[in-house]
């Protein structure tokens, strides 16, 4: 799940796994589409459960 809350915005993306290069490619894409032009981007991540296999 994915929050902007200065624009009342919500999303959540449902993966196979939850592997670190999973959360990494959605945060491009999500950086990418919505925050192109900004100059700093703030990140918080909070309790993320990234399962790493071996």
Same mark, same amino acid.
């Given at each position: 799940?994915?929050?902007?809350? *200065?624009?009342?915005?919500?999303?959540?993306?449902?993966?196979?796994?939850?592997?670190?290069?999973?959360?990494?490619?959605?945060?491009? *894409?999500?950086?990418?589409?919505?925050?192109?032009?900004?100059?700093?981007?703030? *990140?918080?991540?909070?309790?993320?459960?990234?399962?790493?296999?071996?």
């Amino acid at each position: 799940m994915m929050i902007e809350p *200065l624009w009342n915005w919500r999303t959540v993306t449902v993966t196979e796994r939850r592997t670190g290069r999973d959360v990494a490619g959605w945060v491009c *894409l999500f950086v990418d589409e919505y925050y192109s032009e900004s100059e700093r981007i703030v *990140l918080i991540i909070d309790h993320v459960d990234i399962r790493i296999y071996s």
